[in-house]
């Protein structure tokens, strides 16, 4: 089953709590975190203090935090994370000058080390760490917004990315973040993604988060359904 990690930077912060429980209760295989710094990208938003407040409702239910940090230099705030309670910790492989050093460290703190590459970003970058690390993130838009429009050249690299991770036969997780919509959720599946990250296409105004996600695993069935015949 492919799984869906919804992001918590389209919810309405003013109710976080809420939102969060909304997508649990609906069947979120991960909740999704974007850190970013102003630096590495051009917006701000959260940090380990909201990580932490949203730990217990994600631990009730086995949920991992799934932390994306768009910062530079991450490896100054690998404990920050640990100690607030991120299961997964994904780091740029743009930001990251020692990066196998930096997903030693992720590992040395008691998470999942992910890297995450930007669209621009060939995919021999990450040739080398592939067998040291947990998840490689694909993004699908360029990272610093949520409702951005995927980038449609993502799902050949993804198909890319599958085979580089099958040759070396690893069970890396292969997760895509940006745009990703109920349209597009069973291409990116079937290219051999097997986690996807949602932001606006499961917190808006339009439906409820339950609504949204049901919509995505409905597009994700017919695919899931075929890798179950096989
Ligand atoms: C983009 C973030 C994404 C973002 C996705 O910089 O890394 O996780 O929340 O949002 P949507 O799904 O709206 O493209
Ligand atoms: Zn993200």
């Given amino acids: ?30 909740l999704h975190v974007d850190v970013m710094d102003g630096h590495f990208v051009p917006n701000l938003t959260i940090g380990p203090l909201v990580v932490e407040a949203i730990r217990p409702l994600a631990q009730a239910h086995n949920v991992p935090l799934d932390v994306h940090l768009m910062i530079e230099t991450p490896e100054r705030y690998i404990q920050a994370f640990a100690q607030a309670g ?4 994904t780091v740029q492989v743009e930001a990251c000058v020692h990066l196998h050093r930096t997903v030693q460290a992720i590992k040395e703190a008691g998470m999942q080390a992910g890297v995450a590459l930007n669209p621009a970003t060939p995919l021999i970058a990450v040739e080398e760490i592939l067998p040291f690390i947990d998840v490689l993130l694909i993004m ?6 949520g409702g951005q429009t ?8 993804i198909a890319r990315a599958r085979a580089m991770i099958d040759r070396q036969g690893l069970a890396v997780e292969l997760e ?8 597009n959720a069973a291409q990116i599946a079937r290219a051999g993604a097997t986690v996807l990250v949602a932001g606006s296409a499961i917190f808006n105004k339009e439906r409820s988060v339950a609504e949204n996600m049901t919509a995505i695993r409905q597009a994700l069935a017919e695919v899931d359904s075929r890798i179950l015949n096989l």
């Fill in 1 to 30: 089953m492919v799984k869906l990690a919804p992001s918590i930077l389209s919810a309405d912060f003013s109710r976080l709590g809420e939102q969060v429980q909304e997508a649990i209760a609906a069947g979120a295989d991960w």
């Fill in 86 to 89: 991120a299961n997964i910790l």
């Fill in 140 to 145: 699908s838009v360029n990272p610093g917004f």
């Fill in 150 to 157: 995927y980038i449609p050249t993502s799902t050949a690299k």
């Fill in 176 to 183: 895509v973040d940006g745009g990703v919509k109920a349209h």
